[in-house]
C-alpha cells in the first residue's frame, strides 16, 4: 500500500486482497474460511447482526442485518468471497500495490472491491446512526468461482423464510461485479457439458484395425464451428447480444503408437434470457444423430451438463432498478440499463424470484488477470452507490 493516508474504503480493500481466498477447486487454494472470518469481524465490530452457513465443509457464508424502518421489505447486498488462483499473475497477488491511482492484487477487482464498498457503506450508515427504509443483508458468500455453492445455500435459507407462515418480505439484490460502474440487468446463462466419442484400439501401423475416437471428433469440431456460425447469425439480444458456443478442453487416446478409443472435449454455451438449457443442449443431440447418419462407426455421446445456470433479465422499471438508475444520474453516472454476457451470483437469486442488478467497480477485462487491478476513484463512487441505495431504497 502507498505511504499516503487512504479512504477507509482503500485500506479495507488492501486488508481483503491480502487474505487469500483462492477456490479450494484450484489446487493449492485454502477456500474462504480466512476471509469469511475476518468479514464477520468487522461486521461484528460495526454493531450488525451475524450469522454463518456452511454451504461446503470449512467454508462458511457470512451474513449480517441491519435493521430497516419496514420489516417487510429487504435489500440484499451480495458479493462473493472467493477468487480464482493466481497462476500466471505477473504481480504479488496478495500485495495490495497502489500506482497511478489503481489498486492492484488478485481479487481486487473480482469481487473485494465491491464487497469492500458495500462493507464500508454499511459502518458509514450505522456510524451515523442512521435507519434505512427497508432491512439490509450483506451476504458474502463462497464458490461463486466454481458451483456456486454459496448463493445457492442463500437461496435456500429465502426460500424457507418465503414458504413459513408469518411476515413475508419482498426481496431484491444487488450483486458485485465488476461492471465499471454500469447499470446491469442481464447477463448471459452458462451452460457447460462434455461430448464423448468412443473407437476402438489398435496398433498404429495397422490402423484399419482400430476405429478413430480423434477423427470421429474432428468431424464433431467442425460442425460445432457451423453450428456456431449459425448462432452469431440468430436475432441478437439488445443489452447482450448473441448466443455463443466454444469448445475449450479436448483431451483424447493414450499414447501416439495407438489407434485412440477415446476423445472427450468440454464445452461452453453461453445462453440468453429467454432461452432454456433443456433446449440448446437438445440442438446438440440432433448434430450428433445427423454425423451419425452420415459417418459409418461413429459414437457421439453427451453428458448431461455439470453447469447448466440460466440467464438473468431484471425490468427496468421495477423498483430496484429505477432506484438504481436514479442513485446514479445523481452521482453522474450512467443510469441506462446494460447488459453483460458472463454468468453470476445474480441469475440464481433472479430465479427464485428475487430483482436482482449486478453492479460494482472494476472491469471484467481485469478478472482474473495476469495483472488484477481496480480502479481507486471507481471504489470511491461504488461505496457511494451503495449507501445511496442503502438509504433511498423503499421497495417502491
Known sequence: MSDNPQPAVISLLGDLVRL??????????????EMATFVRGYLDGIGLETWV?????????????????????RLILEAHLDT????GMTIPPFEPVIADGRLH???????KAGLAGMMQALAGIVEEGLTPPCEIWLAAVVDEEHTFQGVLSLCDQLRQERDHPGIQVSCAAIVAEPTELRLVTANKGVLRWRIHTRGTAAHS??????????EDMAHIILALKEHSSALAARPAHPLVGAPTCSVGLIEGGVQVNFVPDHCVI???RRLLPGESADAAIAEYDVLLKGLAERHPGFAGEIEPPYIADEAMETRADCPVATTAAKVLRDLGLDGAPHGVPFGCDATKLSR???PSLIFGPGSIDQAHGAVEYVEIAQVLKAEAFYRQMILGYTGK
Open 352 to 354: 427464485i424470484g428475487v
Open 266 to 268: 468440454e464445452l461452453d
Open 20 to 33: 487469500n481466498s483462492i477456490n479450494s477447486h484450484y489446487p493449492g487454494g485454502p477456500g474462504e474460511k
Open 105 to 111: 492484487g488478485r481479487g481486487s477487482c473480482d469481487t
Open 53 to 73: 452457513q456452511e454451504p461446503l465443509p470449512g467454508r462458511p457464508n457470512v451474513i449480517a442485518r441491519l435493521p430497516g424502518k419496514d420489516p417487510t421489505r
Open 205 to 214: 501401423s495397422k490402423p484399419h484395425l482400430g476405429h478413430n475416437a480423434i
Open 84 to 87: 480464482v488462483s493466481v497462476t
